[in-house]
Nanobody, 125 residues
Framework: VQLQASGGGLVQTGDSLRLSCAAS?????????MGWFRQAPGKEREFVAA????????RYADSVKGRFTISRDNAKNTVYLQMNSLKPEDTAVYYC??????????????????WGQGTLVTVSS
């Protein structure tokens, strides 16, 4: 499966952005799990949010809970990350990822087998 992330940009504190991750190469029913991770300069890649394709269950990192929402569009094979009330600490390259079977370790980057190229989000103070 190929993943194409987009939607990053430069925004101010408190603004919103919506990231998109378009999947191609396989049908949507083949995606057990899709997730968003981010990596800030000098830091390790960290989990942001995950979406279980089969039942629509979502999971979030504590740092984004209540501000970010992960959702999908079945017809477009696309997963979105709506980011509201952005903070400077949200600045990072955001990556979408997928695996064909759900994993209880949805927060672990090594569980995912396909990755998008990353999209940069910069939040100015």
């Amino acid at each position: 499966v190929q993943l194409q992330a987009s939607g990053g940009g430069l925004v101010q504190t408190g603004d919103s952005l919506r990231l998109s991750c378009a999947a191609s190469g396989r049908t949507s029913v083949s995606y057990g799990l899709m997730g968003w991770f981010r990596q800030a300069p000098g830091k390790e890649r960290e989990f942001v949010a995950a979406f279980r394709w089969g039942n629509g269950a979502t999971r979030y990192a504590d740092s984004v809970k209540g501000r970010f929402t992960i959702s999908r569009d079945n017809a477009k094979n696309t997963v979105y990350l709506q980011m509201n009330s952005l903070k400077p600490e949200d600045t990072a390259v955001y990556y979408c990822a997928a695996r064909s079977v759900y994993s209880v370790r949805y927060y672990a980057a090594e569980e995912y087998t396909s990755w998008g190229q990353g999209t940069l989000v910069t939040v100015s103070s």
